[in-house]
């Protein structure tokens, strides 16, 4: 099979690369194995491209070793000019990279456009902090001089997940790279494409090979490379719960790399009487169905006091039954489909656990058209906190509901489940926000919106939501150790 091909999509056509990136170059898989992506909206193949296995990952660590030691050459001034032409040709090929999106990941054109948006300012904002990373003097008296350098942690493995293919991967790279790491990233499995494609502007960007890798592959096979390698410094991990436990095992039981984890979410969506409705009503189907409730930080829990209940929830129905579902590259698709069979069967199953447990199906539950993996919005009332579609991470766009008292009562709730990445707060009490906000236990608390993430603020998770954090500085802290340089001034005392 050839190392790339044409693809045409509605809007534009490009080559497509179809190799694994590793030292520069578009190369074949070791073993000569080759995967489909597939189209969501068609459930027809889009391409096949190369398999990266353990001995491909193998031969990445080895290139982005040596490519270690070359990259410390390179000023941080010049890292960051390097992302920051990475930003600009994100930018230029804005229309490609979201055509791209928009066909093997299904979100609509626009979402898309806003993703890579996303990932040349998350890119131009690390390119910022390359040459402004600075340690302390410490004062341990007269005769001595300790200072701290904060220095790259050698080679990174990242592990991303598929619902923002393009944007995870510059959340990813971005810091790692700004900080005098090399990377190998592993995209997943239904996603390959758009960091294929980014890895051209890579090379056009100027980077040295070697310093960016990025394999297509599966996760019982090159991810469990990455996260047993005894050569990998450091992985971080985008994904679900279950394999972030499986990535910190194998990091324990190989070498101790670091590791960050994001994980998933059951993430409470809070609305007080005193909101104001309309604005509640918008962030609340923005909340839960952006890109068809494939987030991690959905706010797949909406919690409504009881003294506007009805009347929120009648209008919120009328709002998610007008969401446009269907062909992403159509001007007005605000919901695509899931991104595969498999995500849709997982998330049909929940709403039938959802009817069995005696919740109220108030809107939806059922496939949207015939072809395609689209799932109508659906909004599930009657819910109480021991339901299984309480607690656990549903990834579609699927909505709980549940009533709520007071302040106490919504803190109570909000907090019931073992997750603990997001949540919204919403009233025009200006206290009350403030008093929420410091009680919810989550990693990002959204008052009056939601879903807004900006790569200058932190993001991650409390509880089994994973740790570290992704994003603005405290992403650094991921990709760098503290060295402590104690210099002694005098000859020695004894
Ligand atoms: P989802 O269930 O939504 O596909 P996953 O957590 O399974 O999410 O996948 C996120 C990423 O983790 C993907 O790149 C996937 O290939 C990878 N992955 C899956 N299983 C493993 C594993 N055992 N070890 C390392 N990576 C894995």
Not at 27 to 37: D, I, N
Not at 383 to 405: D, H, L, R, Y
Not at 429 to 457: D, E, F, P
Request: with cysteine; net charge negative; charged share 20%.
């Amino acid at each position: 099979m050839s190392l790339s091909t044409s693809i045409q999509t509605p809007i534009v056509t490009f080559e497509q690369p179809l190799g694994l990136f590793i030292n520069n170059q578009f190369v074949k898989g070791l073993e000569g194995k080759t995967f489909e992506t597939v189209n969501p909206t068609t459930e027809k193949p889009i391409v096949s491209v190369h398999e990266g296995t353990a001995e491909d990952v193998d031969i990445a660590v080895k290139v982005a070793r040596e490519a270690f030691e070359l990259w410390a050459e390179v000023t941080p001034s010049n890292r960051g000019r390097m992302l920051t032409k990475l930003a600009d040709l994100f930018e230029r090929d804005i229309e490609t990279l979201a055509a791209i999106e928009s066909l093997d990941n299904g979100k609509s054109l626009i979402m898309a456009k806003n993703d890579v948006r996303n990932a040349a300012g998350c890119l131009r904002y690390y390119g910022g902090w390359a040459d402004k990373i600075i340690g302390q003097t410490i004062d341990t008296g007269n005769e001595t001089l300790t200072y701290t350098r904060h220095e790259p942690i050698g080679v990174c493995g990242q592990i991303i997940p598929w619902n923002f293919p393009i944007l995870i991967w510059a959340w990813k790279v971005g810091p790692a790279i700004a900080v005098g790491n090399t990377v190998i990233v592993k995209t997943a499995e239904q996603t390959p494409l758009s960091a294929l494609y980014a890895c051209r502007l890579i090379i056009e960007a100027g980077f040295p090979p070697g310093v960016i890798n990025v394999i297509s592959g599966f996760g019982r096979t090159a991810g469990a490379a990455i996260s047993s390698h005894m050569e990998i410094d450091k992985v971080a991990f985008t994904g679900s719960t279950l394999v972030g436990r499986t990535i910190l095992q194998a990091a324990a039981t190989s070498n101790l790399k670091k590791v960050s984890l994001e994980l998933g979410g059951k993430s409470p969506n809070i609305v007080f009487d005193d909101a104001d409705i309309d604005n509640a009503i918008s962030w609340s189907n923005y909340g839960i169905f952006y890109n068809h409730g494939q987030c991690c930080c959905a706010g797949s829990r909406l919690l409504v006091q009881e003294g506007i209940y009805d009347k929120f929830i009648a209008r919120f129905k009328e709002r998610a039954a007008q969401n446009r579902v269907g062909d992403p590259f159509a001007p007005d698709t605000f919901q695509g489909p899931q991104i595969s069979q498999l995500q849709f069967d997982r998330i049909m199953e929940y709403i039938n656990h959802g009817k069995e447990e005696g919740a109220t199906l108030a809107l939806g539950g059922e496939r949207h058209g015939t072809k395609g993996y689209f799932i109508q919005p659906t909004i599930f009332t009657d819910v109480t906190s021991n339901m299984k579609i309480a607690q656990e991470e549903i990834f579609g766009p699927i909505i709980v509901v549940q009533k709520f008292k007071d302040e106490a009562d919504a803190i109570k709730i909000g907090n019931s489940t073992s997750y603990g990445l997001a949540a919204g707060v919403h009233t025009s009490n200006l206290n009350r926000a403030i008093r929420m906000s410091n009680a919810l236990k989550a990693g990002t608390v959204w008052v009056n919106n939601y879903n807004m993430i900006s790569y200058q603020a932190p993001f991650g998770g409390f509880k089994q939501s994973g740790f570290g954090r992704e994003l603005g500085s405290y992403a650094l802290e991921n990709y760098t150790q503290i060295k402590a340089v104690v210099c002694r001034l005098t000859d020695a005392p004894f």
